[in-house]
C-alpha cells in the first residue's frame, strides 16, 4: 500500500522592504497637539449663544458657573 503525503507549502519570494513616506505638511502647533492628545481642538471657548441662553433661563447664575467649568477645563490642560 503506498501514502501518499501532501506537498510542503512553498515559501512566498521574498519582497524588498517597503519605503517609509513621512508627510510633513501639517502645521508644526497642530503636530504638537495632536501628539499632546487633544486632537486639532485644543482650547475650549466660551459660547455667546450658551451665554444667552444661561442668561435668560438661570438669571445670570449658570454664566457663572459655566464660564468656571471652561476656564477650569483649559487651566487643568495647561491651555
Not at 510633513?24 to 504638537?32: F, G, K, L, Y
Amino acid at each position: 500500500m503506498s501514502t501518499q503525503y501532501p506537498a510542503a507549502p512553498q515559501e512566498p519570494a521574498p519582497q524588498a522592504p517597503q519605503p517609509i513616506i513621512i508627510n510633513n505638511n501639517v502645521a508644526a502647533s497642530a503636530a504638537a497637539t495632536a501628539v499632546a492628545g487633544y486632537g486639532l481642538r485644543g482650547r475650549r471657548r466660551q459660547s455667546g449663544v450658551v451665554h444667552l441662553w444661561l442668561f435668560l433661563l438661570t438669571a445670570g447664575i449658570g454664566n457663572i458657573i459655566y464660564a468656571w467649568y471652561i476656564s477650569d477645563w483649559n487651566k487643568k490642560r495647561g491651555l
